[in-house]
């Protein structure tokens, strides 16, 4: 390839990353939280966000990087049709490809996608009952918004990611609780999906916490439980959570941003 064609790539793709720039900065912003929270595990787990119509190319984290160093200018782009990374193992995470490639191939509809395992999530994931029954608004938030994966298969290569994408066709989902594994956050936008993380982690907390009292939950009704989730959902829909954790960050001087 010659000098001139070399720099005429290297412009398109420059000037195509940085088109995307506000997704890049609220991509790291949540990566810098997702840590603060500890809901990360040491530098593996994945976030991805989608950046073009169809939702196939997108963006997200470079392999084995800390989430608390993670800035917007390190975040990969990737194209779900395109598997020439993964032959640059520093850039690109075979388990990240397996899982966010497929699902972003498979469900145009998610635009956003966090893998963790935190802790009491992976907890929920852990029993043979991993359902999250509707005992505080938290827990309600999620009701009839969840669903779970009963056969984990290995470290989510490509085909395990084939597999969890094919259960993710309902829009109406929000929370894959995959059984041995962790969790998958879906959603439209970084802010949304963070907030769904944020507050989903929460919710399985409290549940925790109160079967290892020994005491019976308190379970509302099916109707009181779809009527509480629709209410939050609304809510949800203009609880910027996001932006404030930004302004902790800009206050701090942080570098996410660069």
């Given amino acids: 390839m010659s000098d001139t064609k070399v720099k005429s790539k290297q412009s398109k793709t420059s000037s195509e990353e940085a088109s995307f720039w506000p997704e890049r900065v609220d991509l790291a912003a949540a990566f810098r939280w997702a840590a603060r929270f500890d809901m990360h595990e040491a530098v593996g787990n994945h976030f991805s966000l989608s950046v ?146 944020y507050y989903f982690e929460r919710a399985v907390r409290n549940y925790i916490l109160a079967i290892s009292s020994g005491k019976p939950l308190r379970i509302v009704s099916d109707e009181i439980a779809t009527k509480t989730a629709n209410g939050i959902e609304k809510y949800f829909k203009t609880f910027n959570f996001l932006a404030k954790l930004r302004l902790i960050l800009d206050k701090e001087g942080s570098d996410y941003a660069t």
């Fill in 52 to 197: 073009n119509d169809d939702g196939s190319k997108f963006l997200m984290n470079p392999n084995l990087s800390h989430f608390e160093l993670i800035r917007a200018s390190d975040l990969v782009l990737v194209d779900a049709n395109d598997k020439s990374l993964l032959g640059q193992s520093d850039v690109l995470d075979a388990t990240a490809w397996g899982l966010h490639g497929s699902l972003h191939r498979r469900c145009p509809h998610i635009r956003c996608a966090f893998h963790l395992h935190p802790t009491y999530s992976t907890a929920l994931a852990s029993l043979a009952d991993s359902r999250l029954p509707p005992i505080d608004q938290n827990s309600m938030a999620f009701y009839d918004r969840v669903i779970i994966d009963e056969n984990y298969g290995g470290i989510a290569l490509e085909e395990e990611g084939e597999r969890c994408a094919a259960m993710l066709n309902d829009p109406k989902i929000q929370v894959m609780v995959m059984g041995n594994h962790g969790i998958l956050v879906v959603g439209s936008s970084v802010n949304e999906t963070f907030t769904r993380l």
